[in-house]
């Protein structure tokens, strides 16, 4: 079982940066692809990208490349999301996952609770 706590959200303008913290417990935190994904209001929840375990090889989705960095800490049981030049559409609710092996977008099987960031114009 992994227990995951999301923080670091809150109100930004547009261009403006936030950090996403996500802490994981358990004692194999390291054998865990991280990921975070997002919903917004009335949206489907979305796949932001993934950081693996084994070689820390990161992945993006095409709307955030260049802008979202997501990295980890494995001594701290934490995985980031850095997110620069930030725009309104990115505004909603931020989710940390994590799973088993090398994943893509799929096959998460613990999720955080979800930490809210709202972009203004």
């Known amino acids: 079982q992994v227990q995951l706590v999301a923080s670091g959200g809150g109100l930004v303008q547009a261009g403006g940066s936030l950090r996403l913290s996500c802490v994981a417990s358990?004692?194999?935190?390291?054998?865990?692809?991280m990921a975070w994904f997002r919903q917004a209001p009335g949206k489907e929840r979305e796949f932001v990208g993934r950081?693996?375990?084994?070689?820390?090889?990161?992945y993006y989705v095409d709307s955030v490349k260049g802008r979202f960095t997501i990295s980890r800490d494995n001594a701290k049981n934490t995985v980031y999301l850095q997110m620069n030049s930030l725009k309104p559409e990115d505004t909603a609710v931020y989710y940390c996952a994590v799973g088993v092996g090398y994943l893509g977008r799929t096959g998460y099987d613990y999720w955080g609770q979800g930490t809210q960031v709202t972009v203004s114009s």
């Open positions: 950081i693996t375990s084994s070689d820390s090889s990161t």
């Open positions: 358990g004692r194999t935190f390291r054998i865990y692809t």
